[in-house]
């Protein structure tokens, strides 16, 4: 009887891989990567759609991304906004033009204007592919996601198909996919803010550059993660509307005092949970606050020497303290 054989994997030893010799690319520097797929995420309003515009604006145009990041791979930029009317879209870029000194005119900025688009079917993949084929953008703005398909978001399976489609597209085309999407409507404060995007965890794991926006009292909250580089410091932005002809995002150079609220966000997210459940084990606080383990643990030690908490043999119970 004839046996199968098959040639080996190739290996190298650790050694004798070349060193990286490609340095990092930037599309937009510190915000987001050269042909990087990942989300804008971020509860309604709270301005992502405007995020995503100043970003395909400055690709478009090769000015820096809310008035302070520079563009590093300028070029055309192609947008989808299934929730707003093509003359809402067409208001809202030309007053960010019209801020930076910029005809609308002149700007490499092409929006589809199918009335909807579904990327769960292969008609419509096809038909995305193309257009991207045909006009070469460095970027790709859909918003939302939530709109681009009737597959369940909770099921990993279904999302990671979908997901897949958009990793495609950016090999394929060399181009950055930005897709906004929604957090839950409760996401502590104090939770890694990838965890609190709805739907299938694969979502936050999909992402080369991701950003979060959260409002902390009056002021906006911009946080930056990415897969290859370090994750920058958050910053504060404000949605200037002094003019209504130049309605814009911009840095502001105010710092939210993030950590008295997460503190203050998390410890209370606690107790209300352990109100409603009575008693919970630490992996299922976790998984219903969508935090981090460790800053979880710290929260709940601080309140356990406070006497508002205690543990047992079946877990935490808040004690009424």
């Known amino acids: 009887m004839e046996t199968k ?42 301005c992502k759609s405007w995020l995503g515009l100043d970003m395909a604006v400055s690709v478009a145009t090769g000015t820096p991304c809310l008035g302070t990041y520079r563009i590093e791979e300028p070029g055309p930029a192609l947008i989808y906004l299934a929730e707003d009317a093509l003359a809402t879209v067409r208001e809202r870029v030309e007053g960010i033009a019209r801020w930076r000194g910029l005809k609308l005119e002149g700007l490499d900025l092409h929006a589809i ?13 096809q038909r995305l592919f193309e257009t991207a084929r045909r006009l070469r953008p460095r970027l790709l703005l859909l918003d939302p996601l939530v709109r681009l398909h009737r597959a369940d978001e909770n099921n990993a399976t279904e999302m990671a198909q979908l997901l897949s489609y958009f990793r495609d597209l950016q090999r394929r085309l060399d181009l950055a ?17 990838g965890l609190g995007l709805r739907g299938s965890s694969d979502l936050h794991a999909f992402g080369d550059s991701n950003l979060y926006l959260r409002r902390l009292r009056e002021a906006l909250l911009l946080s930056m993660e990415h897969r290859a580089a370090a994750a920058p410091q958050p910053v504060a932005l ?19 005092a993030e950590k008295s609220e997460e503190k203050l966000g998390l410890e209370e997210a606690v107790l209300r949970v352990l109100a409603e459940a009575s008693l919970l084990t630490r992996s299922n606080l976790r998984l219903r606050l969508a935090v981090n383990n460790e800053r979880l643990g710290q929260v ?7 006497g508002k908490v205690e543990h047992g043999p079946g877990g935490w119970r808040r004690t009424g303290s």
Request: hydrophobic share 40%; glycine share 8%; aromatic share 4%.
């Open 300 to 306: 709940l030690s601080r309140l356990e020497k406070e």
């Open 5 to 46: 054989t098959h040639s080996p994997l190739p290996v190298l030893r650790i050694g004798e891989i070349p060193p990286e010799e490609v340095p990092r690319r930037w599309m937009i520097e510190g915000l987001w990567g050269a042909a990087a797929v990942g989300i804008i995420g971020g509860a309604p309003k709270s």
């Open 177 to 193: 996919v930005v897709l906004i999407h929604h957090t839950r409507k409760y996401v502590p404060a104090g939770s890694q803010a």
């Open 238 to 256: 404000e949605l200037v509307t002094r003019d209504s002809a130049t309605i814009h995002l911009e840095v502001t150079p105010r710092a939210p």
């Open 113 to 125: 204007t199918a009335p909807s688009l579904r990327l769960d079917s292969p008609q419509d993949r």
